[in-house]
């Protein structure tokens, strides 16, 4: 292989990928590889000689997103104050709702394409669990709170249709996190603050 064929090779897998992962934000993981093919200017047969498989084009189309979104829990993990990590999590899921359809698909999803993040899935959930009980302990959210209803609010985040306003995507988010702490979604209760009880009538 040439110099100069070797540079028009690296040249093509960059911009497979360039195209694969505004595709994949947009339009989800379902897109056809052939559709792909076409927006860069390509053969199939030149994205299949890159990546064989639909697979091999989704985990290194998302590879990068993913590596982010494991940086994103690790410093939720490490935020001394549990409500703002959690919630903070929460929010940053659904602004990856509105900017990458296909990360939501391979982290949160069961398409098999994303089968190479199954392991970041596991150790998501895991530190999803770690944050709410940890926010549970701190009484930052409501005491019938557990991994189970953030998962709720992570669905109905999910569902949300992206043809409607993103700004009813952010209130449905206050509304959802107004219902974990019963306090208004932008409170931020210190770390270790029991939350106070509605008063009675």
């Known amino acids: 292989?040439?110099?100069?064929?070797?540079?028009?090779?690296?040249?093509?897998?960059?911009?497979?990928?360039?195209?694969?992962?505004?595709?994949?934000?947009?339009?989800?993981?379902d897109l056809p590889m052939r559709e792909i093919a076409r927006r860069v200017g390509l053969g199939i047969a030149t994205v299949h000689r890159h990546f064989p498989s639909r697979?091999?084009?989704?985990?290194?189309?998302?590879?990068?997103?993913?590596?982010?979104?494991?940086?994103?829990?690790r410093a939720a993990l490490d935020d001394p104050d549990p409500w703002r990590?959690?919630?903070?999590?929460?929010?940053?899921?659904?602004?990856?709702?509105?900017?990458d359809r296909g990360l939501n698909e391979a982290l949160f999803g069961s398409h098999p394409a994303a089968a190479a993040f199954a392991a970041d899935r596991r150790e998501q959930a895991r530190a999803l669990r770690r944050l709410v009980d940890r926010a549970r302990a701190a009484g930052v959210v409501r005491d019938d709170i557990g991994v189970e209803d953030v998962r709720i609010c992570l669905a109905a985040i999910a569902?949300?249709?992206?043809?409607?306003?993103?700004a009813g995507l952010h209130r449905l988010v206050d509304l959802l996190l107004t219902g974990?702490?019963?306090?208004?979604?932008?409170?931020?209760?210190?770390?270790?603050t029991a939350r106070t009880p509605p008063a009675q009538p």
Do not use: W
């Not at 697979?55 to 829990?73: I, K, N, W």
């Not at 990590?85 to 900017?99: D, K, M, P, T, Y």
């Open 85 to 99: 990590a959690l919630s903070g999590i929460v929010r940053r899921f659904a602004e990856h709702r509105l900017r």
């Open 55 to 73: 697979a091999d084009l989704v985990t290194a189309a998302l590879t990068e997103h993913v590596a982010a979104c494991r940086a994103d829990m």
């Open 1 to 29: 292989m040439t110099r100069k064929t070797r540079t028009d090779a690296e040249d093509n897998r960059r911009r497979i990928l360039s195209v694969a992962r505004a595709s994949f934000a947009s339009e989800g993981l």
């Open 159 to 166: 569902s949300y249709r992206l043809t409607r306003p993103a």
């Open 180 to 192: 974990l702490t019963g306090q208004t979604a932008d409170h931020q209760l210190p770390a270790g």
